[in-house]
């Protein structure tokens, strides 16, 4: 089981937006384990350099857009008082 839908299935009486970010986070990790890294795996192992620097830049970019979301939805869940404590640690 996804770690992001346990933690949507926790967030849902805290934060409704989190929860839908997460649940759409779970949802595109099945495509892109399934299609995007076969396809990468495949494009590897023809040495078609420009399908994979492509299908290797979509999974980076796919990447990213988790770890930027799953941030949002832990700051906008995390108490102001905490947010605040923490920037002035920074």
Avoid: K
Avoid at 47 to 72: D, F, K, P, W, Y
């Amino acid at each position: 089981m996804s770690p992001s839908i346990i933690a949507a299935a926790l967030s849902v009486p805290v934060n409704t937006l989190g929860t839908i970010i997460l649940i759409i986070i779970t949802l595109m990790t099945f495509p892109t384990r399934q299609i995007l890294m076969p396809a990468i795996n495949a494009a590897a192992d023809s040495e078609n350099r420009q399908r994979l620097m492509i299908l290797h830049g979509l999974s980076i970019v796919i990447t990213l857009i988790n770890i930027i979301a799953t941030a949002m939805v832990v700051v906008s869940s995390t108490d102001l008082t905490v947010r605040s404590s923490l920037i002035g640690f920074l």
